[in-house]
């Protein structure tokens, strides 16, 4: 403690964080990076590989059900006309006639400065092995059109050049590259997290996500962080997991850190937690507004309460087709084929336009903005057009039925039946026995933590998503605490978290949204969402790294050598300290430090 009070942070990043490998895994992309960086690497997470029995690109989505029910259309547009009169826009069918009259424009020269515009095509992936036995030299980028005409012109004939005739592919491709491979090409691409959960179903067997998640870290490992088979056992991981997961991912996972990748020893942290201390908090109402999913947590002193917990079917991935809806249906999207089922490259460009434009303001919000078309393996067309209504899809935060998530058929969910709880203490602490409760409802000797048995958390079942919008979730979140003391402090100390809170516009919008959700007989009278003090995008990540370097005695940690002989069970004492009930080290001190570190 007293080398704590005295520690420069950026001293004791350097000293503990260049072992420490932070992995925080999310729907879209993966975060990973020493606790010593002052930012992660972002990955997507996704994996291509090649295969011989597909003609072109296949899309490994598990029969993905895009179709849209007439009963949702409705829905839809249901929600769009009542975020029109919120927005004071026109309403969905009313047409400016003939487009004559000029509508307001939005600035169009980077309006939001937290997101800079980006008009920059996408270049499909080389998907070809090249070949450094050549006697030609390896060719550029630059070279790369050229050699590509060159292949044009003597296609059909009896081309005797085996540096560009006999060009053979890549068996695997990661991150982003597997996301601009030309439908073309013969490979299978594959998404490793759906919805917050791994992405397993009869289509994509649970052996085959864990076989691709294993490649894809081990090459992000390799390829970014330089970090070597037989050097690993030096290192130690931080896994950062998002509140979705269940008991049996968790542990697969964690099968995969110590015994595949060989680190030698590993602890887990929840997003929640480890975000609140990435900002230098320790109570906050954290709100992840993820790629796929969002969820509502709420931390106490450092410490998630599992009843607070809300999980939204929906994040930033739906704002982006729902982006394209709109502009579908006011016919300002150009007249190109965007399919973002088979071409992802297409959903890249969406969420890009996403970042670069959507925002919540009042009034019509138009843009003048480049879209591509991908079309095959040509060159990406430039399409220059007016974007109109930008601010209405991010308002399907509130009102999820404009949005329409895709629905997935639902993994075998015997396979997350598990009877070790993962989430839960098992290490026995002396309470002292209250002589006026009686037996059963107050933790007495070497009984364990059963003071946690009244919240409402079942392991072995799915966790249950939530059909409200995020200003319900939030305020329901919050009242379920039942104090009102910690009610009004965490009404004021709403944490938004991951890439969607960077949208323009949104902290006002949930201040005001949530004040409006509040009951009225409840004596609750402001909220206030706290200003970022890292990037939202990877603050989670920044959490924990700071918990993995302020942990001295590591009793949380799993070693390598006791995983592998004996896994975790039932009465081994060996779980690990999940981050619901983590005690905070000497708060005192941590306090200070994260605000050393953040400021």
Known sequence: MDYLKTVVPSQLLAERGSNLVVINPGSANIRVGLAKQDSPFSIPHCIARRSNQLPKLNVQDQLL???????????????????????????????????????????????????????????????????????????SSSDKSVIAESLAQNEGTESKEPTLAERKFREVIFGEEALRISPTEPYSLRRLIRRGHLNISQHYPMQQVLEDLHALWDWILLEKLHIPHQERSLYS????????????????????????????????????????????????????????????????????????????????????????WTQRHHQTWPQIRTDILTKPIDLLMLNRLKESYCEIKEGELDAIAVVHSYEDAMPAGSHKTRLTALNVPPMGLFYPTLLIPDLYPPPPRSWFHDYEDML??????????????????YPGNNVGLQMWDNYPFVSMKPKKEEKVGLAEAITSSILSTGRIDLQRKLFCSIQLIAGVALTGGLIPAVEERVLHTIPSNEAIHTVEVLQSRTNPTFVSWKGGAILGVLDFGRDAWVHREDWIRNGIHIGSGRKYKDSYFLQAQAMCYINSFQEQVTS
């Open 65 to 139: 059900n895009s179709q849209v029910t007439t009963a949702q259309h409705m829905e839809r547009e249901k929600a769009y006309d009542v975020i029109a009169s919120l927005l004071k826009i026109p309403f969905l069918d009313e047409e400016v006639a003939n487009n004559s009259i000029p509508r307001k424009m939005g600035r169009v020269d980077g309006y939001n400065p937290q997101n800079p515009r980006k008009d920059g095509a996408f270049t499909w992936t080389d998907t070809h092995v090249k070949d450094l036995d050549s006697s030609v030299p390896q060719e």
């Open 237 to 324: 991981a931080i896994l950062v997991v998002p509140e979705t997961f269940d008991n049996r991912e968790i542990k697969e996972i964690l099968s995969i850190l110590l015994r595949d990748l060989r680190f030698s020893s590993a602890v887990v942290h929840q997003e929640g937690l480890a975000a609140v201390f990435g900002n230098g908090l320790s109570t906050a109402c954290v709100v992840n507004l993820g790629a796929q999913v969002s969820s509502v947590i709420c931390i106490e002193d450092g410490v998630a309460l599992p009843n607070t917990e809300k999980t939204l079917p929906f994040g930033g991935e739906d704002i982006s087709r729902c982006l394209l």
């Open 424 to 441: 839960e203490e098992t290490w026995h602490i002396e309470f002292p026995r209250r002589s006026d409760m009686p037996d059963g409802l």
